[in-house]
């Protein structure tokens, strides 16, 4: 249809050809639909009041969605993969709360608990893996197969990231099973207490390895010093600690990065340091002075107590990897298998089996009640309990059959 004109027509409406209608397959005729100025201004984004409106950008209508067959998607597409979707959103949201070791252990733990569910959605056993759409029935195969395939200590923790995936994203079944089959819920159980033996102790200690740079090896056998003279300092607390954080004089070390910082711990509690380690920590602030002054630099000035040089000679703390890294050479160099973090257990449960009270212990770790440190730093040994009650019981008889004797 062709438009219409007039030859009185400059005043007049005008007219323009706005849009041509083509088929997908074949051309059809061109088909042009007449507007009058008003209709164009309105095209244009000019509403009757003549203020501008907003451009649509090319958004569909609706109705006109639905007719042509678009899903309406919510405001959060959890795309292919909903539960690992859910998982990293989590993380990134949570992770201010976290330290960094803290964070990658949780991000690992959601991968290992997302293949747990492939393996079982694979064998027929669950019907999704969705963080959305999982029910009380792919919850209970879980905790199944974690109770044949894991410990108890381990099933309870991973249920508990599973209901913190879900959660996130509003789905309750995890707390639903916990309240309608209690029976099915594993408790957390004591575990036996890791702890480096007193010969690879002993040999640790008195620096029975070499490492190739002059640096590591002075940094290794100092930070092992401290860890096991120094009240069980966690990992961290001994890498980043500062130089003014020492006082090798009083024998006192403040924990100025604590566990926790922040959020459920204060910065700044001081911790005796066992004697005997004087002598090396002496030698190695010598050893630190005396290299940082060769980089033209202030030894008082630098903050790190254990120093790292990058190879453009810059001075910094020790990252969690190369100090993993610094770990795994000592381990090579010495023949012997460690943690850093199995010095904290071990001089805890080592003070406990010398008389020291588990209140005493808790004290030093920083904990706030007894709870947490039998369970996972020190308790009473078996063997230890089991003499304690034979006094006890030998001395109770004893008291009740002198009368009869006599």
């Not at 959020?263 to 602030?285: F, K, S």
């Amino acid at each position: 249809m062709k438009p219409e004109t007039s030859s009185n027509s400059e005043d007049e409406k005008t007219f323009t050809i706005v849009e041509k209608l083509t088929s997908s397959k074949a051309r059809r005729p061109v088909e042009a639909r007449i507007l009058s100025e008003d209709d164009r201004q309105l095209a244009l984004g000019v509403n009757p009041n003549g203020h501008k409106e907003k451009a649509s950008h090319g958004r569909m209508d609706s109705s006109v969605r639905k007719k042509r067959g678009h899903r309406k998607r919510g405001p959060r597409s959890m795309g292919r993969f909903p539960f690992l979707t859910a998982a990293e959103r989590l993380l990134e949201d949570t992770k201010p709360f976290y330290a960094d070791s803290t964070f990658q252990e949780r991000k690992r733990k959601f991968k290992r608990i997302y293949k747990i569910l492939v393996e079982l959605k694979d064998n027929g056993r669950i019907n999704t893996t969705s963080s959305l759409k999982m029910t009380e029935y792919e919850v209970k195969e879980f905790i199944g197969w974690c109770k044949k395939n894991l410990d108890a200590s381990t099933t309870a923790k991973y249920l508990r990231f599973l209901d913190e995936i879900l959660q996130s994203v509003g789905n309750n079944s995890v707390s639903i099973v916990k309240l309608r089959y209690r029976h099915l819920i594993p408790k957390q159980t004591l575990k036996s207490i890791k702890t480096i033996p007193k010969d690879s102790l002993k040999s640790l200690l008195i620096g029975d390895f070499s490492l190739e740079k002059e640096l590591w090896d002075w940094v290794g056998k100092t930070a092992i010093a401290l860890y096991s003279h120094c009240c069980g300092p966690r990992v961290s607390e001994i890498r980043l600690t500062k130089l003014k954080d020492l006082d090798i004089e009083k024998l006192r070390l403040r924990i100025s990065e604590p566990k926790g910082k922040c959020t459920w711990a204060n910065a700044g509690d001081e911790v005796p340091i066992m004697p005997g380690i004087e002598a090396i920590v002496q030698e190695y602030l010598e050893f630190r002075n005396e290299t940082l002054r060769n980089l033209g630099l202030n030894p008082d000035k630098v903050e790190p107590l254990f120093i790292y040089i990058t190879r453009n000679n810059e001075v910094k703390y020790w990252s969690l990897a190369m100090w993993q890294y610094l770990k795994q050479s000592i381990e090579k160099a010495s023949g012997i298998r460690f943690r850093w973090k199995d010095f904290r257990p071990t001089f805890a449960q080592s003070v406990k089996d010398n008389g020291a009270s588990i209140e005493a212990v808790a004290k030093c770790l920083r904990h706030k009640d007894c709870k947490t440190t039998e369970q996972f730093y020190a308790r009473i040994r078996s063997e230890t309990a089991f003499s304690e009650v034979r006094q006890a019981w030998e001395a109770s008889v004893a008291s009740v059959q002198k009368p009869l004797i006599e």
